[in-house]
């Protein structure tokens, strides 16, 4: 799911996945959205190389 949300550039779907972090694997997972946010974020700042 987050995979899918990360390739449409969808932030406010990617934010609104609520993950309980009590082990590794979906702490691992937040990483993973947070990471997904940020360069979506740093993707919509700058102007694209022709």
């Known amino acids: 799911m987050i995979n899918a949300l990360a ?6 779907g990617l934010m609104a996945i609520e993950i309980k972090p009590y ?5 691992k997972m937040i ?3 947070e990471l997904a946010i940020a360069a979506i974020g740093a993707g919509k700042k700058q102007p694209r190389a022709k």
């Open 31 to 33: 990483r993973w959205r």
């Open 23 to 27: 082990s590794s694997g979906p702490k």
């Open 7 to 12: 390739a449409k550039g969808d932030v406010k």
